[in-house]
T-cell receptor, first 116, second 112 residues
Framework: DAGITQSPRHKVTETGTPVTLRCHQTENHRYMYWYRQDPGHGLRLIHYSYGVKDTDKGEVSDGYSVSRSKTEDFLLTLESATSSQTSVYFC???????????????FGAGSRLTVL | GQQLNQSPQSMFIQEGEDVSMNCTSSSIFNTWLWYKQDPGEGPVLLIALYKAGELTSNGRLTAQFGITRKDSFLNISASIPSDVGIYFCAGRRVQGAQKLVFGQGTRLTINP
């Protein structure tokens, strides 16, 4: 998976509990992203980061926060998980802005989260 | 957010058949990407297209960047069992907020 590790790969939690998903990359890419994948919706961007401590919201950011204290790590936190956040979460990286040039996304293997 | 219209949503074919799928939008795009997702894995890039009219092949896969810049097509020739999976298109819009938008995916099932 091009040096992208997501953890945990599977998690079951209860409504109202906090959850943190971790993405670790060994490619030294500047950009990191969190997507969620749901049937009928494809992949939707939650948050992304363009450098250490530099983050911005995606199209479905409500209920999620992120942090990037090191180039290689990008954390996604659900402060109080809800059943609507049951999904498969994918981390992705790109060398530079995916909206320019020939930069493309490389995805991790995904983290399946179930909120009961 | 805006999504691409990807069709068909699912396909059930016999091994050896050719496959065609497409993505369309009302917006103009300057990049089209095609990804494949195997069960339990993340999407993997198959083909990237950067120019209207461009036709690019990757083995048995061929993708085209539509002349209108509002659509793209992916063809798979002589399908084999390992082609099973979900295929996603992704496009980069020319105008408006610069971002990558994804289609809903085409799930391909192959009967041996």
């Amino acid at each position: 998976d091009a040096g992208i590790t997501q953890s945990p790969r599977h998690k079951v939690t209860e409504t109202g509990t906090p959850v943190t998903l971790r993405c670790h990359q060994t490619e030294n890419h500047r950009y990191m992203y969190w997507y969620r994948q749901d049937p009928g919706h494809g992949l939707r961007l939650i948050h992304y980061s363009y450098g250490v401590k530099d983050t911005d919201k995606g199209e479905v950011s409500d209920g999620y926060s992120v942090s990037r204290s090191k180039t290689e790590d990008f954390l996604l936190t659900l402060e109080s998980a809800t059943s609507s956040q049951t999904s498969v979460y994918f981390c992705a990286i790109s060398e530079d802005r995916v909206t320019s040039g020939a930069n493309v996304l490389t995805f991790g293997a995904g983290s399946r989260l179930t909120v009961l | 957010g805006q999504q691409l219209n990807q069709s068909p949503q699912s396909m059930f074919i016999q091994e050896g058949e050719d496959v065609s799928m497409n993505c369309t939008s009302s917006s103009i795009f300057n990049t089209w990407l095609w990804y494949k997702q195997d069960p339990g894995e993340g999407p993997v890039l198959l083909i990237a297209l950067y120019k209207a009219g461009e036709l690019t092949s990757n083995g048995r896969l061929t993708a085209q960047f539509g002349i209108t810049r509002k659509d793209s097509f992916l063809n798979i020739s002589a399908s084999i069992p390992s082609d099973v999976g979900i295929y996603f298109c992704a496009g980069r819009r020319v105008q408006g907020a610069q971002k990558l938008v994804f289609g809903q995916g085409t799930r391909l099932t192959i009967n041996p």
